[in-house]
T-cell receptor
Framework: GAGVSQSPSNKVTEKGKDVELRCDPI?????LYWYRQRLGQGLEFLIY????????KSGLPSDRFSAERTGGSVSTLTIQRTQQEDSAVYLC????FGGGNTDTQYFGPGTRLTVL | KQEVTQIPAALSVPEGENLVLNCSFT??????LQWFRQDPGKGLTSLLL?????REQTSGRLNASLDKSSGRSTLYIAASQPGDSATYLC??????????????FGAGTRLAVHP
């Protein structure tokens, strides 16, 4: 079966431009997560979706970052007025329930964002 | 605040060696601990998930142990192969996550296994 997919795989943009990153979770997974991995650093949590709602947006670094999920499936992470410090790999993960001791997260390949 | 530390940061070993990667966490109120593998330019692959009530999990040449009370986990790789070369990440979820499985990651151990 298909895993988590993300697009684009690479994105180069100029400072100040807006970008949209897309995530297609595994079919039937109710939980969806966005993480960010800056060069040489660990993964940082950004936002969690349960269905179409986002009960935890605590990891979004500024109001330039927003995300939505529609139909309990595809999610889009939008970064407005990009800055060079936004350069990172953005990873999406999905899981069946979003809770419980055995709920494994499955990760997509990531989108590498470079802001010039 | 939950913090996850992985030691060593990097490791280079000859093929065939048995090796141990270490992970420690500061808040023992975890739901589970996961070990992932990350290959360059690719996403994360889940290797093992240990529930808080478990002591260890095994998959092939991999064995992960968990000592929740001391805040430690180890990943043991037997008879290492060049194909094991990757970055290994440890992550925990728990009540600090707000009741769901937001993962807190360590910075990873970069493993190189040379022929």
């Amino acid at each position: 079966g298909a895993g988590v997919s993300q697009s684009p795989s690479n994105k180069v943009t100029e400072k100040g431009k807006d970008v949209e990153l897309r995530c297609d979770p595994i079919s039937g997974h109710t939980a969806l997560y966005w993480y960010r991995q800056r060069l040489g650093q660990g993964l940082e949590f950004l936002i969690y979706f349960q269905g179409n709602s986002a009960p935890d947006k605590s990891g979004l670094p500024s109001d330039r970052f927003s995300a939505e999920r529609t139909g309990g499936s595809v999610s889009t992470l939008t970064i407005q007025r990009t800055q060079q410090e936004d350069s990172a790999v953005y990873l999406c993960a999905s899981s069946l329930f979003g809770g419980g001791n055995t709920d494994t997260q499955y990760f997509g390949p990531g989108t590498r964002l470079t802001v010039l | 605040k939950q913090e996850v530390t992985q030691i060593p940061a990097a490791l280079s070993v000859p093929e065939g060696e048995n090796l141990v990667l270490n992970c420690s966490f500061t808040d023992s109120a975890i739901y589970n601990l996961q070990w992932f593998r990350q290959d360059p330019g690719k996403g994360l692959t889940s290797l093992l998930l240990i529930q808080s009530s478990q002591r260890e999990q095994t998959s092939g040449r991999l064995n992960a142990s968990l000592d929740k009370s001391s805040g430690r986990s180890t990943l043991y790789i037997a008879a290492s192969q060049p194909g094991d070369s990757a970055t290994y990440l440890c992550a925990v979820s728990g009540s600090f996550s707000g009741g769901y499985n937001k993962l807190i990651f360590g910075a990873g151990t970069r493993l190189a296994v040379h022929p």
